[in-house]
């Protein structure tokens, strides 16, 4: 049996397109499931990176590079919105729940 290289690409980013989005359920399920504002603030920063990583599959395996100016728009939108999520559950937190400061003898 004789696979050519074009074939190999193919099988490759389709397995990699079926990965993902298997990670992208895993990762809705703890979005869900939390239990903290944490955790759900990690697991939508990881589907937005496995949104990425999807993206720059589905750009290989359907030969068209417009999905990676896609995939660099969607990242920097994602980041931006992370960072505002993280400050606003920063600012949110009531005095006695932050983290404990150092006291020094």
Known sequence: MIIDGHTVVQIAS???LALLIVSMALAFIRLVRGPQAADRVVAL???SVLI???LAAYAVHAGDTSFLDVAIA????AFLGTVALARFLMRSRKPGQGP?????P
């Open 100 to 104: 404990q400061k150092k006291v020094e």
């Open 52 to 54: 990425v990583a999807f």
């Open 74 to 77: 969607y990242a920097l939108v």
């Open 45 to 47: 920063d990881l589907i």
């Open 14 to 16: 389709q397995l990699a």
